[in-house]
């Protein structure tokens, strides 16, 4: 009988170490060998796939994978999943590497599920899965029924294995890959200016207890004595429009060391937006208000009292 | 053509306090928002060289109503799968019933698509349609532009914005950064009414409901919205500036404001 296989790939180099760190466990359990995809011409990372736990390193290279394309990178991984017949196909959930992920579910005839934070075997020894669902204020659990069974994963939901020197197996398959169907024009560098709230490191932020637009002021000058990006729910960008853009279920998902929610309620749907924030802190005038469940710190108190005084607090405090 | 999702209402989303699991009965149902702004940019395109513009949706019985926002909006006609025997199918499974209602309505230039729906957040479906038409696909756009022999398109990646050119027909999706989607007139609303909508069970397509959802792969077991784990500390204090002084000293000393 042939040996059971686990495959990973993404193009993001230390993404694809954390898979291997998560496909070791899932070679484990269901008593398979673990099997690293490189595709291009990188030629360290076989050395360093096994280091993380992977058995095999499959390398598929040719000058058309230099860069990325979708039909290319296709073509690259459909011949290692023809070579290895696995049970289970990780991919890095970069935006590449979903778009190439479900190019290859679709090809394979298979399921794919989206951004797994949680991936484990049930007791038929498929994959099951936890991702966020419903603009990411649930969690759902999910199983897939149909070999081989896919997911994507972003970074950092796995950790990656202490390296550790292992004999190293790299099988490098000779295949015939197609030209891309859709031409690079222009490749253009994002300035780390444009990086948005989502990468914001600090975060205020502006609810409904903001009686009107002047008042953002103090919100601003607390702003400027953290270095953070100014946020805001939903009604204050979409329906009085005092800011452009809002946090939470329609708009960013933003993922701060800090976040300091003020006049904010705290709706599932801006929630959904905070989940990932380090620390939360909140100032709102009403005690039941939720948002002082989802804080780490929280004032019951009128902001237009504690926004000045926490602002002078922390300005005295940070000289 | 545009594919359209009339998912449930995010922003009226709510959750059973004893279950944690969303309440999906009887909220209003609405297009993802992704997916409108894959019909304005549509609209947008029609505006500028003409064409039709015809939704497609996989839905169900409240798909019909949430599509007159898009007839409103200024598509042209709209095209619904509704069997109730589909509902809950995965991307894959939804792949396929799209492909045998394109092949039905035939005669597209450009399969245009959010890039993901909000209620799934699986962003499977113009990848996985690309693959079983065998078109060309350009995911992620955030500007479009018809040119001389296809489209351009602005993808917004991680790291870069990548400039494509793509012969036509192909399957593009989009990110909400392309537009903001417009706001129907009332006028333009009593006209959709007008519009012509189809609507199709699997059979009517050629597919055997049953067979369709056999081959649905994934399955969603549970749904529940998770318990926040946060410290949950009110700041106790006499006045004002006691309370803001222990709320930056809690800040200080969580380090967070440190690189």
Not at chain 1, 137 to 166: G, N, Y
Not at chain 2, 97 to 126: K, N
Not at chain 2, 182 to 202: F, G, Q, V
Request: aromatic share 2%.
């Amino acid at each position: 009988m042939a040996v059971k296989s686990v495959l990973v790939y993404s193009e993001d180099g230390e993404l694809a170490l954390q898979l291997l760190g998560k496909g070791r466990e899932l070679a484990d359990k269901i008593g398979a060998e673990l099997v690293a995809l490189a595709i291009g011409p990188r030629r360290s990372d076989p050395d360093r796939f096994v280091e993380h736990g992977a058995d095999r390193v499959i390398v598929v290279d040719d000058p058309v994978l230099s860069k990325f394309g979708v039909e290319p990178y296709r073509a690259a991984v459909l011949r290692a999943v023809k070579a290895v017949d696995p049970e289970m196909i990780l991919v890095g959930a970069t935006k590449r590497g979903k778009e190439l992920a479900a190019r290859v579910a679709a090809a394979l005839d298979t399921g794919c599920m989206t951004e797994c934070f949680h991936l484990d075997v049930d007791g038929e020894g498929r994959l099951e899965a936890r991702r966020l669902t419903y603009g990411g204020s649930t969690v759902a659990t999910e199983v897939s029924k149909r070999r081989p069974h896919m997911a994507t994963v972003p970074a950092r939901a796995f950790k990656k294995l202490e390296p550790s020197p292992r004999k190293e197996e790299v099988v490098e398959l000779d295949v015939e890959i197609p030209a891309p169907l859709v031409e690079v024009v222009e490749t253009r560098q994002k300035a780390r200016g444009e990086a948005g709230l989502e990468d914001a490191p600090v975060i205020v932020s502006a609810g409904r207890g903001f009686k009107e637009k002047g008042d953002l002021r103090l919100l601003e000058a607390l702003a400027e004595v953290l270095g953070a990006r100014i946020g805001c729910t939903r009604p204050i960008a979409a329906d009085l429009g005092w800011l452009e853009e809002w946090i939470g279920i329609s708009g960013h998902k933003v993922a701060p060391r800090l976040y300091v929610a003020c006049g904010i309620s705290g709706t599932i749907q801006h929630a959904a937006g905070i989940r990932d924030a380090r620390l939360i802190v909140s100032i709102n005038n009403q005690e039941g208000a939720s948002i002082h469940e989802m804080s780490d710190y929280s004032i019951v108190g009128d902001l237009y009292t504690v926004l000045p005084a926490l602002t002078k607090a922390l300005k005295e405090k940070m000289k | 053509m545009v594919l359209l999702k009339d998912i449930v209402d995010l922003n009226e989303l709510k959750m059973d306090p004893s279950t944690r699991r969303p309440v999906v009965e009887r909220v209003k149902r609405r297009i993802s928002d992704v997916d409108k702004r894959a019909l304005e940019a549509a609209i947008r395109l029609k505006e500028r060289h003409g064409g039709e513009v015809a939704t497609l949706s996989v839905g169900g019985g409240g798909t019909r109503t949430a599509m007159l926002e898009a007839l409103a909006m200024g598509a042209d006609a709209s095209y619904i799968v509704n069997d109730g025997a589909l509902a809950g199918i995965d991307s894959l499974a939804t792949s396929k019933v799209l492909r045998a209602a394109l092949e039905r309505v035939g005669g597209y230039d450009l399969i245009l698509c959010g890039e993901m729906t909000l209620d799934s957040l699986s962003a499977q479906v113009g990848p996985r349609l690309a693959e079983l038409l065998g078109l060309p696909q350009v995911t992620y756009a955030k500007h479009l532009e018809l040119v001389e022999g296809g489209l351009r398109a602005v993808r917004d990646l991680e790291d870069v914005d990548e400039v494509v050119q793509v012969g036509l027909p192909a399957v593009v999706s989009v990110v909400r950064e392309i537009n903001e989607s417009r706001i129907p007139s009332l006028m333009n609303i009593m006209r959709a009414k007008k519009k012509p909508t189809e609507e199709w069970d699997a059979a009517a397509l050629g597919l055997s409901a049953e067979e369709v959802r056999a081959g649905s792969s994934v399955e969603v077991l549970d749904i529940v919205a998770p318990l926040v784990e946060r410290k949950r500390v009110v700041i106790e204090a006499d006045t004002v500036e006691e309370a803001a002084e222990k709320l930056a000293g809690a800040i200080l000393a969580e380090r967070v404001l440190e690189g």
